[in-house]
């Protein structure tokens, strides 16, 4: 099935904000307009992951959650062998809690900032499983390739910060 530009363009927009967001919000520490930065980026990648699930629902799929889940099942299989559209829960589940979670950044930063290590983290590698399957298991060639570099640019965040090199001022 072919997906128009203008559906596709919003989530791949999503994915360039979620690695410049996390990428920021791996080297701000306690750098307030670097954690400025991220909440907008964090909001904005939200905001555009919802434009591009609103209009694949309404013009890819009809409305229709059996047709969406029938075409994710469709796609699941081609690509793994397993006739499922579990899949399109998972996605409908990552928009909600990235919603949430940039809300609760933007409103209440302190409070984001001091939840608990285990929620974040969760939180945090369920969006990059997500992102990972969406860019390097189900996109097509470019999106793999930009997927892949992506995810190399936060883990090379992740590593320096792990290792104590400082980034940026």
Not at 67 to 92: I, K, M, P
Request: charged share 10%; glycine share 8%; net charge neutral.
């Amino acid at each position: 099935m072919f997906t128009p530009w203008y559906i596709l363009l919003p989530a791949h927009l999503s994915f360039g904000c979620y690695v410049a967001a996390m990428t920021t919000r791996l080297v701000a520490k306690d750098n307030d307009r670097a954690m400025l930065a991220f909440r907008i980026l964090w909001l904005t990648g939200a905001a555009l992951l919802a434009i591009h699930s609103g209009l694949a629902f309404a013009i890819v799929h009809g409305g229709s959650h059996a047709a969406a889940y029938e075409h994710t099942a469709e796609r699941t299989a081609e690509l793994t062998g397993w006739q499922s559209g579990a899949g399109l829960y998972a996605n409908e589940a990552m928009l909600a809690l990235w919603l949430l979670d940039a809300a609760w950044a933007l409103v209440a930063p302190a409070s984001y900032l001091s939840r608990p290590v285990a929620l974040d983290w969760s939180l945090h590698a369920f969006f990059a499983f997500m992102f990972f399957c969406a860019t390097v298991v189900f996109g097509e060639l470019p999106a793999r390739v930009v997927g892949g570099i992506g995810f190399v640019v936060i883990g090379a965040a992740m590593a320096r910060v792990a290792f104590g090199t400082p980034i940026g001022p």
